[in-house]
T-cell receptor, first 109, second 113 residues
């Protein structure tokens, strides 16, 4: 299975942007990059996904490196409600989606 | 309705008990999943159903028995569990293969005593 590498944890101040990095050096040309987050006592929720181009939605932005070996999830203004574990996942097709260890984001007031 | 509903939210069972976890979605999704999540760890895939047929079994012990009675409902039958099976059990659904996003339920917190 394709692997992703993320920092174990990151800290941010409220109202400031947060850049969450993900390395995926073994990505293949058809693999999509997905991000999910898991708030305390909740199941994971979909955040964003992309293939080659940068993507924006109401929750976040996804910047994908030109060689696609890394990507960055950007939360433009972190709030206390954004404190969660953020998972970067390579989707390789089919029904098998494997979660990596994720990054635990702490947001300080 | 854009939710996956799991019941019960909490379950305590003895090692000789039989119990079932239930998952329901009304989004017309044709794929449904069971994941197991231990504390401070990522979710681990257990089973996948596609169009009500078992598509993937990730070598899960037979004391866990999934069932998909119809396209909206997914059950996980539990029998003779061990204390190490205590975990959060998450159900998810997707329109097809997971490439365009899963919807997860909030999970059932299972404790085996």
């Amino acid at each position: 299975d394709a692997k992703t590498t993320q920092p174990n944890s990151m800290e941010s101040n409220e109202e400031e942007p947060v850049h969450l990095p993900c390395n995926h050096s073994t990505i293949s040309g058809t693999d999509y990059i997905h991000w999910y987050r898991q708030l305390p006592s909740q199941g994971p929720e979909y955040v964003i996904h992309g293939l080659t181009s940068n993507v924006n939605n109401r929750m976040a932005s996804l910047e994908i490196a030109e060689d696609r070996k890394s990507s960055t999830l950007i939360l433009h203004r972190a709030t206390l409600r954004d404190a969660a574990v953020y998972y970067c996942i390579l989707y390789t097709g089919g029904f098998k989606t494997i979660f990596g260890a994720g990054t635990r984001l702490f947001v300080k007031a | 309705d854009t939710e996956v509903t799991q019941t019960p939210k909490h379950l305590v069972m003895g090692m000789t008990n039989k119990k079932s976890l239930k998952c329901e979605q009304h989004m017309g999704h044709r794929a449904m999943y069971w994941y197991k999540q231990k504390a401070k760890k990522p979710p681990e895939l257990m089973f996948v159903y596609s169009y009500e047929k078992l598509s993937i079994n990730e070598s899960v012990p037979s004391r866990f028995s999934p069932e998909c009675p119809n396209s909206s409902l997914l059950n996980l039958h539990l029998h003779a569990l061990q204390p190490e099976d205590s975990a959060l059990y998450l159900c998810a659904s997707s329109q097809g293969p997971g490439g365009f996003g899963y919807t997860f339920g909030s999970g059932t917190r299972l404790t085996v005593v």
